[in-house]
């Protein structure tokens, strides 16, 4: 044993002697919603997982103004301050180079950023030698080729990427595909509500609102973007309808992911956003008839993604009470698994989509997941 | 680095140099409908699994008449003739000494049997340094003592005790508590359907069913033992919601579990099986009351599991079409957490709680938590 496997073998032998935690060495880029409450549960729950024999150490936190690092682990009592205080400059070369220095036992990435360039540097932050976490849906939405990259990268050098918060928030969809399908199963079907805006306005209509009503509530409450449109224009749908069938083994682009337009062909969805917004009223009497022809069925109108007969699509479904989605509203998400195994019922998985608390934990649980005692008994 | 150190430094070099993939060697008892199931996923798998560097080699699989060993890995091409064709008898110790000796990576006992006894032996099989997955229920609901003894040690090993499939089968539900609970959420309050025979037969009263009918199809279809009593009685629900509870944190023994009788107090539900089931009609006015009087309320009668207000009962429930139980019926199972954090609106996961294929997954997937490459990089 000689080289760099001897200062491994040591941290090993180490560890075993003093029974120590296993240890994980976070490394935070982005401290904003999601990013800072993963920062407070960290804080919160380092003592309660030390019992657990894991020790989890926060040694890096950036936002794109500043960075703080500390090998030892950050002090996280008052990490807004002290981050506000620091006048490092962040520098995503000098964390790995640090990595590829100090060679900590069990180094994690946690890209808490909605960069669209951060993705870009993946394949040489797994080079360093760090695993990833992400809620960054950016990295699995790109093209198949940068996707397969980051996988076979990962693997070669022994580490995971986990994106369990890309689809559902803190809700375990991709954990749960991913031990479905290396057991030996596979998708049939899917239906999702994706989305707490378009969960909440299709909910509405159900309830009697007519569109515009629904769609300015969402709005008011700050459920939608500023431009509804980018909600209900479905390709944030589309990017987690992708990221799905991706799991499922499907090799497709996001142009592949047919989008079902929300509006009637004759409605002008063009121009500013105050000016759709002024439009909207004229889609009520589209939708108010559509849902009276549907009540009369007994069904509702959500807005899904789906993959059926191999394709993937976003678009509105109108199902009965016997569909899993038909009780979905009021922001909720649902996701709708057929497979070989779960045949004739699905595997159906609701709750909360979206929100910093339920994200973080989410992006916990993945960073979590990078624990283990294999060579240490 | 010197002694047992040493050896498994020089391991891990080897694996890094060769670029070989990470190892599971599984040691399967009990080769009935589920470990038979799971056996032969691993060896329609392990090929795909290879690609992504995971090398999971079933090292010996133990029935009560035989067992069969091999250190490189058993073809499993015919393991149910290879085992009938086996005359060495099962012997557990023999398993673990040889694990001491030969120190395999990352060895990994699955319990598929039904046994009573062989929990007991967990605590020996974790210090002979192996991981422990079972669909057991056995060793989660016995006393608190020996609850906390198999994660006391456990811990002390580094190694894991992995039971996602002790309720709901291959439904996510303790790993998805586990991420929720590690990251500081807490349960407020659960409810849950975790019985198929049960969910099939209180469904089928919502259908107009009489119960005696519903308690009979169950029975014909093998849905429930063949003494429903078994099912009626509450025990396997109750044992489920122990786990539940136990993993929220609850120090709670099986006997604290409240379980409130389906029948009235009048009914007599002692005396054989025939006895029983002849008696059954009894109830038929009993229920069939009780089903008009929550039609007009437009609820359902559901038997469920549930903790709230710090108790954890079992017993009939009745919702209405806003409660995630509603529409759980014909076998499906319902696990529906409120938290924390999933308030309002809990976190429900649905679909098949049973089943030798999707049992047998959930174990697969139990087994594959335990791969890592921390110490490679």
């Given at each position: 044993?000689?080289?760099?496997?001897?200062?491994?073998?040591?941290k090993?032998?180490?560890?075993?002697?003093?029974?120590?935690a296993q240890s994980i060495e976070v490394f935070v880029f982005g401290a904003?919603?999601?990013g800072?409450?993963l920062l407070?549960?960290i804080r919160?729950?380092k003592?309660?997982l030390?019992?657990?024999?894991i020790d989890i150490k926060v040694v890096a936190i950036a936002t794109?103004?500043s960075m703080m690092m500390d090998e030892q682990g950050l002090d996280l009592?008052?990490w807004?301050?002290d981050l506000?205080?620091s006048?490092t400059?962040t520098n995503l070369q000098g964390v790995l180079d640090f990595v590829q220095a100090a060679k900590p036992l069990n180094p994690i990435f946690v890209d808490c950023?909605?960069?669209?360039?951060?993705?870009?540097?993946?394949?040489?932050i797994?080079?360093a030698g760090m695993h990833i976490a992400?809620?960054?849906?950016?990295?699995?939405?790109?093209?198949?080729?940068?996707?397969?990259?980051?996988?076979?990268?990962?693997?070669?050098?022994?580490?995971?990427?986990?994106?369990?918060?890309?689809?559902?928030?803190?809700?375990?969809?991709?954990?749960?595909?991913?031990?479905?399908?290396?057991?030996?199963?596979?998708?049939?079907?899917?239906?999702?509500?994706?989305?707490?805006?378009?969960?909440?306005?299709?909910?509405?209509?159900?309830?009697?609102?007519?569109?515009?009503?629904?769609?300015?509530?969402?709005?008011?409450?700050?459920?939608?973007?500023?431009?509804?449109?980018?909600?209900?224009?479905?390709?944030?749908?589309?990017?987690?309808?992708?990221?799905?069938?991706?799991?499922?083994?499907?090799?497709?682009?996001?142009?592949?992911?047919?989008?079902?337009?929300?509006?009637?062909?004759?409605?002008?969805?063009?121009?500013?956003?105050?000016?759709?917004?002024?439009?909207?009223?004229?889609?009520?009497?589209?939708?108010?008839?559509?849902?009276?022809?549907?009540?009369?069925?007994?069904?509702?109108?959500?807005?899904?993604?789906?993959?059926?007969?191999?394709?993937?699509?976003?678009?509105?479904?109108?199902?009965?009470?016997?569909?899993?989605?038909?009780?979905?509203?009021?922001?909720?998400?649902?996701?709708?698994?057929?497979?070989?195994?779960?045949?004739?019922?699905?595997?159906?998985?609701?709750?909360?989509?979206?929100?910093?608390?339920?994200?973080?934990?989410?992006?916990f649980?993945?960073i979590?997941?990078t624990?283990?005692?294999?060579?240490?008994?």
């Amino acid at each position: 044993i000689s080289g760099e496997y001897g200062d491994i073998a040591v941290k090993v032998a180490h560890l075993f002697f003093f029974n120590q935690a296993q240890s994980i060495e976070v490394f935070v880029f982005g401290a904003g919603a999601i990013g800072g409450c993963l920062l407070d549960q960290i804080r919160d729950q380092k003592e309660e997982l030390l019992t657990q024999k894991i020790d989890i150490k926060v040694v890096a936190i950036a936002t794109v103004s500043s960075m703080m690092m500390d090998e030892q682990g950050l002090d996280l009592t008052n990490w807004r301050s002290d981050l506000e205080a620091s006048t490092t400059e962040t520098n995503l070369q000098g964390v790995l180079d640090f990595v590829q220095a100090a060679k900590p036992l069990n180094p994690i990435f946690v890209d808490c950023t909605a960069s669209d360039d951060l993705p870009n540097q993946y394949l040489d932050i797994f080079k360093a030698g760090m695993h990833i976490a992400t809620p960054n849906k950016r990295a699995n939405s790109l093209s198949m080729d940068f996707y397969k990259s980051l996988r076979t990268v990962a693997n070669t050098q022994h580490r995971r990427f986990l994106y369990e918060t890309n689809v559902g928030a803190g809700l375990p969809i991709i954990d749960t595909l991913q031990n479905l399908f290396k057991s030996g199963d596979s998708l049939t079907g899917f239906y999702g509500i994706m989305s707490g805006s378009l969960s909440y306005i299709f909910g509405r209509l159900d309830e009697g609102a007519s569109f515009s009503q629904a769609v300015l509530e969402a709005r008011e409450k700050k459920f939608t973007e500023p431009d509804p449109r980018d909600d209900l224009g479905g390709m944030d749908v589309a990017r987690k309808a992708l990221i799905i069938a991706r799991e499922a083994g499907y090799e497709l682009e996001i142009e592949d992911v047919i989008i079902n337009r929300v509006f009637p062909e004759d409605f002008d969805d063009t121009g500013s956003v105050d000016a759709f917004i002024q439009n909207l009223p004229k889609l009520d009497s589209y939708f108010a008839e559509k849902m009276a022809a549907l009540k009369k069925e007994n069904k509702v109108l959500r807005m899904a993604g789906f993959i059926e007969d191999g394709k993937c699509s976003v678009g509105m479904l109108e199902v009965g009470p016997e569909h899993p989605l038909y009780p979905i509203k009021d922001c909720e998400n649902a996701f709708v698994f057929h497979t070989a195994r779960y045949n004739p019922i699905p595997l159906t998985i609701r709750g909360y989509g979206a929100g910093a608390a339920v994200t973080a934990a989410g992006v916990f649980g993945d960073i979590l997941r990078t624990v283990s005692w294999n060579l240490e008994a």
